[in-house]
């Protein structure tokens, strides 16, 4: 499809948004299961959980699809900012709450989409306490809520994080975990995602519900804040400040990139298509970059402008991440899931959705 541009040339934030979610209706999923449906999907306020939002309300706009959407949010004016262009809908409730505390929807839900977690680095690890009730406890409330209602599909979104320190840095599949130091604070948003994980398979065992978990690598795309401090969105705010890109390491650690419309496909596809009480990696082989080449290849995708990424030797040593964190898509694509969106075009469609200018040339290598 055509890109539509402002009068600086760049593509309009809403039309990126709307193009994304068109690409997520063109997956081959049993949308009609969502049709008269209420889906409570928590955490709303994310950049991942509001794709939800998108989607299913443009279910109703194209196909008059009857679903009605409850977006759980804890910030009322941050909801009001990302859901602004909703007001005044009928199929569109805002629900404003700490997910830690009883909650309380008068009616039936047929599907829920558990997404509250504070996921940005820094906010994380700003308040490990709330970082791990919020996982535990909010993932229990919403447990709870599913269990009183005819529950047709629960979504757990989990995180890579669980996984720990694998031994040599080997392919992550769902049937092994690493290890995790439980006394390390800074490990309250990976521990309370496992613990939430064993609260999912207990109710899936005691009620029978439909638990499934997903298990996202680094999902990239429009939305985040600027100072989340996951390293892709870093480099975005770098270009925006300045003609360099600086790494806090040596830059040789692999990570898994996946566009944000490819990862909620993904998620759709467990929702609808998983097995109960099982966990499914969301991520693409293809696209595996180190920290170094992903650096590089937005800094060349900048056009007009001579980017120079740089080391900041003072805090390489300080870098405690994985030497490599890739997965295994195997088990996800079973069900039917294939990425549409390669790494190099997903990067160019968030640089974009950022107001900078980037080339229609070149592309990034998997590792």
């Given at each position: 499809?055509?890109?539509?541009?402002?009068?600086n040339?760049?593509?309009?934030?809403?039309?990126?948004?709307k193009?994304d979610?068109a690409?997520?209706?063109?997956?081959?999923?049993?949308?009609?299961?969502?049709?008269?449906?209420?889906?409570?999907?928590?955490?709303?306020?994310?950049?991942?959980?509001?794709?939800?939002?998108?989607?299913f309300?443009?279910?109703?706009?194209?196909?008059?699809?009857?679903?009605?959407?409850?977006?759980?949010?804890?910030?009322?004016?941050?909801?009001?900012?990302?859901?602004?262009?909703?007001?005044?809908?009928?199929?569109?409730?805002?629900?404003?709450?700490?997910?830690?505390?009883?909650?309380?929807?008068?009616?039936?839900?047929?599907?829920?989409?558990?997404?509250?977690?504070?996921?940005?680095?820094?906010?994380?690890?700003?308040?490990p306490a709330?970082?791990?009730?919020?996982?535990?406890?909010?993932?229990?409330?919403?447990?709870?809520?599913?269990?009183?209602?005819?529950?047709?599909?629960?979504?757990?979104?989990?995180?890579?994080?669980?996984y720990?320190?694998?031994?040599?840095?080997?392919?992550?599949?769902?049937?092994?975990?690493g290890?995790?130091?439980?006394?390390?604070?800074?490990?309250?948003?990976?521990?309370?995602?496992?613990?939430?994980?064993?609260?999912?398979?207990?109710?899936?065992?005691?009620?029978?519900?439909?638990?499934?978990?997903?298990?996202?690598?680094?999902?990239?795309?429009?939305g985040?804040?600027?100072?989340?401090?996951?390293?892709?969105?870093?480099?975005?705010?770098?270009?925006?400040?300045?003609?360099?890109?600086?790494?806090?390491?040596?830059?040789?650690?692999?990570?898994?990139?996946?566009?944000?419309?490819?990862?909620?496909?993904?998620m759709?596809?467990?929702?609808?298509?998983?097995?109960?009480?099982?966990?499914?990696?969301?991520?693409?082989?293809?696209?595996?970059?180190?920290?170094?080449?992903?650096?590089?290849?937005?800094?060349?995708?900048?056009i007009?402008?001579?980017?120079?990424?740089?080391?900041?030797?003072?805090?390489?040593?300080?870098?405690?991440?994985?030497?490599?964190?890739?997965?295994?898509?195997?088990?996800?694509?079973?069900?039917?899931?294939?990425?549409?969106?390669?790494?190099?075009?997903?990067?160019?469609?968030?640089?974009?959705?950022?107001?900078?200018?980037?080339?229609?040339?070149?592309?990034?290598?998997?590792?």
């Amino acid at each position: 499809m055509g890109f539509l541009r402002n009068r600086n040339g760049n593509m309009p934030k809403a039309e990126i948004i709307k193009e994304d979610v068109a690409q997520i209706r063109m997956a081959d999923l049993p949308w009609r299961r969502f049709y008269g449906k209420t889906i409570l999907i928590s955490g709303a306020n994310g950049y991942v959980p509001a794709y939800f939002v998108h989607t299913f309300l443009e279910l109703n706009d194209s196909k008059n699809a009857g679903c009605k959407i409850i977006a759980l949010c804890r910030s009322e004016d941050r909801a009001r900012e990302r859901f602004a262009e909703y007001w005044g809908r009928d199929d569109f409730v805002l629900h404003i709450q700490d997910v830690c505390k009883p909650i309380g929807i008068g009616e039936n839900v047929s599907y829920f989409i558990h997404a509250a977690s504070p996921a940005g680095i820094r906010s994380r690890h700003a308040d490990p306490a709330a970082t791990f009730s919020a996982n535990v406890t909010g993932c229990e409330n919403m447990l709870k809520l599913a269990a009183t209602n005819h529950c047709e599909g629960f979504l757990f979104v989990s995180s890579v994080d669980i996984y720990g320190r694998m031994p040599n840095g080997e392919r992550l599949t769902e049937s092994r975990q690493g290890s995790l130091d439980t006394l390390n604070v800074r490990n309250a948003y990976s521990c309370g995602k496992r613990a939430a994980e064993t609260l999912c398979a207990v109710y899936c065992a005691k009620y029978g519900l439909p638990i499934v978990v997903a298990r996202p690598f680094q999902i990239f795309g429009p939305g985040i804040a600027l100072d989340d401090g996951r390293l892709h969105i870093d480099f975005v705010s770098q270009l925006l400040s300045g003609d360099q890109i600086v790494l806090k390491s040596d830059g040789s650690a692999v990570r898994s990139f996946l566009y944000i419309t490819d990862a909620i496909t993904g998620m759709l596809s467990v929702l609808l298509n998983g097995i109960p009480g099982q966990a499914y990696n969301i991520v693409d082989e293809n696209g595996e970059a180190s920290v170094l080449e992903l650096a590089r290849r937005m800094a060349d995708l900048s056009i007009g402008r001579n980017i120079e990424v740089v080391f900041d030797d003072a805090a390489r040593s300080a870098s405690g991440a994985f030497p490599c964190v890739t997965g295994s898509s195997e088990k996800l694509r079973r069900l039917g899931w294939l990425p549409s969106l390669s790494l190099n075009d997903g990067a160019k469609r968030m640089m974009k959705y950022y107001g900078l200018d980037v080339s229609e040339e070149g592309g990034i290598s998997p590792c």
